[in-house]
């Protein structure tokens, strides 16, 4: 059973930084391919990064790529999505989920997702 718990949102001025962290309290972390979505008001859930049951193979959404950077820790069952230079329309709830890994499968779609964090609000305004 994986059980995800997000930790590390907050409010930010704009071109700061934030590191959110997922954790699972579960026993089979490694069997998964991890993702971070995010939600912004009226908006459809989108893809931001996902990353391999390993951790050596990573992706992100082009509105991202270059500021925010995901990693995890198989010995922390833990995976975060480190923000940087934030802009405001980064601003959203942001959720980890996670997917049972194939080769290097990343989905980048939320039904490739089978189990979902409770989400993080992250605000970026001055």
């Known amino acids: 059973q994986v059980q995800l718990v997000e930790s590390g949102g907050g409010l930010v001025q704009p071109g700061g930084s934030l590191r959110l962290s997922c954790a699972d309290s579960?026993?089979?972390?490694?069997?998964?391919?991890m993702g971070w979505f995010r939600q912004a008001p009226g908006q459809e859930r989108e893809f931001v990064a996902g990353?391999?049951?390993?951790?050596?193979?990573?992706v992100y959404a082009d509105s991202v790529k270059g500021r925010f950077t995901i990693s995890r820790d198989n010995g922390k069952n833990t995976v975060y999505l480190q923000m940087d230079s934030l802009k405001s329309e980064d601003t959203a709830v942001y959720y980890c989920?996670?997917?049972?890994?194939?080769?290097?499968?990343?989905?980048?779609?939320?039904?490739?997702?089978?189990?979902w964090g409770q989400g993080a609000q992250v605000t970026v305004s001055s």
């Open positions: 989920a996670a997917a049972l890994q194939f080769g290097y499968r990343i989905p980048t779609y939320s039904r490739g997702y089978d189990y």
């Open positions: 579960g026993r089979t972390f490694t069997n998964y391919a």
């Open positions: 990353v391999t049951s390993s951790g050596s193979k990573t």
